[in-house]
């Protein structure tokens, strides 16, 4: 067999890591849920959203891709905002992609060039830059944007895409496939996410917090899985506690008559039926956890920190 036939390279088997980052509500998790057809990392209009590296694969007959959601990298306020950089940074390490999300639809800011050299002086694997929510670009700001946001990478490759409607993204993937190794898979072929199912229960609870609340929540709640049991083959039943550092935070959450909580309850238990496949019984209750975000035991007691 003749080795150099191109015919035989281009049918070999591609797969490796690559890492989405992007200073936060760019549009990252979207993204990744795109490409792997499941919801394995939440997704809000509320900067930091996902607080810990989440990964997401793409299993197809050539390739497996594994991507790495980051949390954003931005300006650290507080601990938990500091564990969350310091966890976005690690990961250029050890990728062999990476993609930098912007929100195209605007000129960058300090965050965003801030990126750009971080990724210059870290980051050894190829850059692909990926102009984001091109749904709300106006066409007189095109060319203006598109430089702008170019100069940052010095120049790499990019690609214009929506993540929402799914514009361009198998443009995006094809750059991406160019520049994987070849090798085998790393993850059976139906898993889409590294995650736990308890784990992934807790974001889908999350979420949904985010989703019916709003201001002064996002950044004070963490979910915390009590109670795992299997209680019939088609029936799991699970306790979980929704951590805020406050007790009027307590009441929003809670909400008049417990209102809110059901409502929460009710879109969590939906979701994360869909996960496991059968009928859920969610349990929730709702304590206040003083200033959870700066105790490093807090962070690491609810998995917070790398370590
Ligand atoms: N208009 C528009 N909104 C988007 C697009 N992609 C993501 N979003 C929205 O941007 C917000 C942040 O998305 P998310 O994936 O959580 O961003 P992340 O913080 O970078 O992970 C959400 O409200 C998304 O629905 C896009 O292509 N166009
Ligand atoms: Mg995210």
Known sequence: ??????????????????????????GKSTLVNAYVGAKVAIVSSKPQTTRRVIRGILTRPDAQVVF??????????????????????????EVDVVVFMVDGARLPDE???????????????????????????????????TAAHWAIVQHADWMRICATRGDNLDKLLDQILARLPIGPELYPADQVTDQTLQAIAAELIRE???????????????VAIEE????????????????????SQ??????????????????????????????????????????????????????????
């Not at 980051?70 to 250029?92: C, E, F, N, S, Y």
């Not at 795992?228 to 007790?247: M, N, P």
């Not at 496991?276 to 609810?302: A, C, F, P, T």
């Open 1 to 26: 067999m003749n080795l150099s036939d191109p015919n035989r390279v281009a049918s070999a088997h591609k797969s490796g890591f690559v890492a989405v980052v992007g200073k936060p509500n760019v």
């Open 68 to 93: 790495v959601d980051t949390p954003g990298i931005h300006k650290p306020q507080h601990r938990l905002g500091k564990a969350m950089v310091d966890a976005a940074a690690a990961v250029l390490s």
């Open 111 to 145: 965050d965003d060039t801030r990126i750009g050299q971080l990724l210059d002086q870290r980051c050894h694997a190829p850059v692909l830059l990926a102009l984001n929510k091109m749904d709300r670009l106006k066409p007189a700001d095109v060319q203006t944007v």
């Open 208 to 222: 949904q917090v985010l989703l019916q609340t709003r201001q002064e929540i996002p950044h004070a709640v963490a």
């Open 228 to 247: 795992w049991e299997a209680r019939r083959a088609d029936l799991t039943r699970i306790a979980a506690t929704i951590y805020v550092e406050r007790d």
């Open 250 to 307: 307590k009441g929003i959450v809670i909400g008049a008559g417990g209102a809110r909580l059901k409502q929460i309850g009710q879109g969590a238990r939906t979701q994360i039926e869909q996960w496991i496949g059968h009928q859920v019984y969610l349990e929730l209750w709702v304590k206040v956890r003083d200033k959870w975000r700066e105790r490093e035991n807090s962070l690491r007691e609810l998995g917070l920190t790398q370590t």
